[in-house]
């Protein structure tokens, strides 16, 4: 494809050269050139969101499960706007994501058109890197290397802005892919002393995160459980964690800062592994904002830019540790429920209805907290949590989650309130026929508010304040939104409807909404 090419075609051949198969978009003038390239250039799939909010969602849901960026095409500086929840979340996720965003071309920038904006200002707070393509001629290698700085560990979101008539002037080739970046060598120092640590007899905890968290560097952890006693910590919203039967159990550190403070008190060193030291989601009158108890040690076994895997795998050598993790989570599954149905019945149905390896993009918020106690005692899966606290994940996330792996349910408990910011997202699942499964929690409100107005000891709450927590008048019929979406739909009212709706969902393919009335 060298003869005829112009910059949109090099960019496109330069993401599939670089192994980047999806594009998420929400296209605009500015970006047609790149969308009819999407049919001159194969290996690409393209996939429409109706909101930007769905598009970097998607992206995120996408490169936690593949482990590689998609790309997404958003509409100049307003577009790029739309998606920025999505992206702080996915930041703090440390997600692979490309975002390409389109611009007016140069000579038009002098004139102010109405969407002239600074697309570099908007980009800034939640990439990794940014950079504004200026010829035709280079903005494959721009390509190139904003894949490689995606990709470079620990993840992030790289940048690159294209204005219109660098997508429509003709272009010599497309770029190669670059070397990647990858995480750097823990030294052998660290991880010696750190075993000293370990062995010293104080009560200890491994903060994990990132891949050390999966597959056989969870294994090394609990193998290095068997050999010191030292407890196996992840955050409160971990990115991505494999739980279920047969794996090595985890502690997921509580959410509200005074559990948080209890859950760690007797800690006396904490060693981080690509984490951060636990603090509280906010701050609270009279509540402390820090985790970890006073006089507790606090040292790094890897930095998130590190081999955190290896470095576990390398502790677990140094301490010559078993050949078997300290345990195994053994399978305990619930009773399915009857009568009532509330947040607990929906929880005893998922756990015992959902097949082995299914993937959970959850934002449940308080009507979670049930399905957190059980379901990591179920069959194995992966738990896709809303990293960064914005809500309005959920849904985008399973959409990412099902693309990336098409052979595994996706199941996307999630809140009402939340979920309103994107329903959008329910009518890319229709057309592109995903494997997911919905459950709306019904409530009719913004429960975690209500929780936050008496923990922070706002004063004065009546009808004007409980209003704006409230999602009644009107009531939201999640079941014919998503109907209209091309979603099909049902809603249950007891825990028997509910266990039936879910296993029809369980037994079919394609993508489905349950709304649970609690």
């Not at 690409?44 to 995120?60: I, K, N, Q, S, Y």
């Not at 500086?77 to 692979?96: D, K």
């Not at 992030?156 to 660098?166: E, K, N, Q, R, S």
């Not at 301490?319 to 509330?342: F, H, I, M, W, Y």
């Amino acid at each position: 494809m060298g003869e005829g090419m112009n910059g949109a075609q090099s960019v496109v051949r330069t993401l599939v050269n670089c192994g980047v198969e999806v594009c998420f978009a929400n296209p605009g003038t500015s970006e047609m050139h790149f969308v009819a390239a999407l049919d001159s250039v194969s290996g690409m799939r393209p996939v429409l969101c109706l909101f930007e909010g769905v598009v970097t969602g998607a992206a995120d849901g996408y490169g936690r499960i593949a482990g590689k960026p998609a790309v997404n095409l958003l509409h100049l500086g307003p577009g790029l706007a739309n998606g920025l929840a999505n992206l702080h979340n996915a930041r703090r996720a440390a997600t692979p994501i490309v975002n390409i965003v389109g611009d007016h071309a140069a000579y038009h920038l002098q004139y102010d058109a109405p969407l002239t904006s600074d697309i570099a200002g908007f980009a800034r707070p939640v990439s990794s890197w940014i950079h504004e393509s200026k010829s035709a001629g280079a903005v494959a290698s721009d390509t190139a290397r904003a894949v490689q700085a995606a990709s470079a560990a620990p993840g992030g979101i790289a940048t690159l802005i294209m204005p219109a008539d660098v997508a429509w002037n003709p272009a010599a080739r497309a770029a190669q892919k670059l070397p990647e970046i990858g995480p750097a060598k823990v030294a052998a120092e660290t991880v010696e002393a750190i075993a000293k640590l370990l062995a010293n007899g104080k009560k200890s905890a491994l903060l994990l995160r990132g891949s050390a968290l999966l597959g056989d560097v969870l294994e090394a952890a609990g193998r290095v459980a068997a050999k010191t006693g030292v407890r196996l910590l992840c955050d409160t919203f971990a990115p991505q964690t494999e739980l279920g039967a047969g794996r090595v159990p985890l502690e997921r550190i509580p959410y509200f800062s005074e559990q948080i403070t209890a859950f760690l008190k007797d800690v006396e060193q904490l060693i981080l592994v690509g984490a951060k030291p636990p603090v509280s989601f906010f701050a609270y009158p009279g509540k402390p904002s820090w985790g970890a108890p006073e006089g507790c040690l606090i040292d790094y076994l890897a930095q998130p830019h590190e081999d955190g895997a290896q470095a576990v795998r390398d502790l677990a050598a140094a301490l010559d540790a078993p050949a078997e993790p300290a345990a195994r989570t053994q399978l305990v599954l619930p009773e399915l429920p009857k009568g009532k149905l509330n947040s607990l019945g929906v929880a005893q149905a998922i756990a015992h209805l959902t097949p082995d390896h299914a993937i959970y993009a959850e934002e449940a918020n308080t009507s979670g907290l049930p399905f957190q106690m059980i379901l990591p005692k179920a069959r194995p899966h992966t738990h896709l949590p809303l990293t960064g606290g914005s809500i309005g994940q959920g849904l985008p996330l399973a959409i990412g989650a099902a693309i990336a792996a098409p052979d595994r349910k996706v199941v996307c408990p999630h809140g009402d309130g939340g979920a309103a910011y994107t329903m959008q997202a329910l009518w890319t699942m229709a057309r592109e026929k995903l494997d997911v499964t919905v459950v709306i929690y019904a409530n009719r409100s913004y429960a975690i508010l209500n929780i936050e107005l008496q923990r922070v000891g706002a004063s004065g709450a009546g009808a004007n304040a409980l209003s704006m927590l409230d999602l009644h008048n009107p009531e939201m019929n999640w079941m014919k939104i998503a109907e209209g979406l091309g979603v099909e739909a049902s809603r249950a009212t007891t825990a028997e409807e509910f266990s039936a709706q879910y296993a029809s969902a369980m037994s079919q393919r394609g993508p489905r909404l349950i709304e649970a009335l609690i």
